[in-house]
């Protein structure tokens, strides 16, 4: 069944014009398509920052799921570590090239949110306010 299902996931990515390769869209979504991996990108866009800087940037988030999230980000080849030369050791993450190539579109998210979905948030749209309680990100 699981099988099946994986199967019929990646076959359904799948664009019929031009042959066999991936639904560029499904390929991005599957890349950087959490909430988190989009925010730490947001906040990483700003420059270089230490664990606990994107810790305390994202009410939220764990600190397990940031590791998870970092580590993704990083094998995707999104994120670079550094292991700063200083005492007591201190690593800071910072975007790749490929990394900073996704600001258009936290850019285009961002403004999109503050004309489209924030403006119903203080309207009071029954079906988005329960979803923003809550400490908010900027």
């Known amino acids: ?3 099946t299902a994986s199967r019929a996931g990646v076959t359904a ?3 019929e014009a031009g042959g066999d390769g991936l639904c560029p869209v499904f390929a991005s979504v599957e ?4 909430k988190w991996r989009l925010l730490v990108v947001h906040h990483l866009l700003a420059g ?3 664990y606990s800087e994107l810790l305390h940037a994202n009410p939220g988030l764990s600190s397990k799921t940031l590791t998870a999230t970092l580590k993704t980000l990083e094998s995707a080849g999104l994120v670079e570590r550094r292991v700063l030369p200083v005492r007591p ?3 800071v993450y910072e ?3 490929e990394g900073h190539a996704l600001a258009p579109v936290v ?3 961002r403004r999109w949110g503050a004309q489209r979905v924030l403006p119903r948030v203080a309207q009071g749209d029954p079906r988005l306010v329960s979803r923003f309680q809550g ?3 900027q």
């Open 95 to 97: 975007l790749t090239e």
């Open 1 to 3: 069944m699981v099988g």
């Open 107 to 109: 850019q285009e998210l």
């Open 13 to 15: 990515a799948r664009v």
């Open 135 to 137: 400490p908010h990100i």
């Open 89 to 91: 050791v201190s690593v």
């Open 48 to 50: 270089p920052k230490r």
């Open 31 to 34: 890349l950087v398509g959490t």
